[in-house]
């Protein structure tokens, strides 16, 4: 079983940038996929989450309106399309994956840096 996110780089103030979370290794389409992120000394925030054929999707306070998550079970793969970025965006990004509705999650990935920086 892997999550495998990637997509992290340098971008400057008011950019883009766009997030894969690619599963492997178990039934994708039956996860509801989450990212996380936690900047250095912050504890672990909630960024956005999806279920398993969007019908429910969340988003954090912090990044309504400028962040879009989606997925494509046909590829094994959740999307984070970051727009308007700032610098308290800068940390790194973490997906799981969750058979449940609720509760913990099952797997996670080893996470990709973004730097919101001019």
């Known amino acids: 079983v892997q999550l495998q996110a990637s997509g992290g780089g340098l971008v400057q103030p008011g950019g883009s940038v766009r997030l894969s979370c690619v599963g492997s290794?178990?039934?994708?389409?039956?996860?509801?996929i989450g990212w996380f992120r936690q900047a250095s000394g912050k504890e672990r925030e909630a960024v956005a989450s999806?279920?398993?054929?969007?019908?429910?999707?969340y988003y954090g306070d912090s990044v309504k309106g400028r962040f879009t998550i989606s997925r494509d079970n046909a590829k094994n793969t959740v999307y984070l399309q970051m727009d308007s970025l700032k610098p308290e965006d800068t940390a790194v990004y973490y997906c799981?994956?969750?058979?449940?509705?609720?509760?913990?999650?099952?797997?996670w990935g080893q996470g990709t840096l973004v730097t919101v920086s001019s």
């Open positions: 999806i279920s398993t054929s969007d019908e429910a999707i």
């Open positions: 290794g178990f039934d994708f389409s039956w996860y509801a």
């Open positions: 799981g994956a969750r058979r449940a509705s609720v509760g913990e999650y099952d797997y």
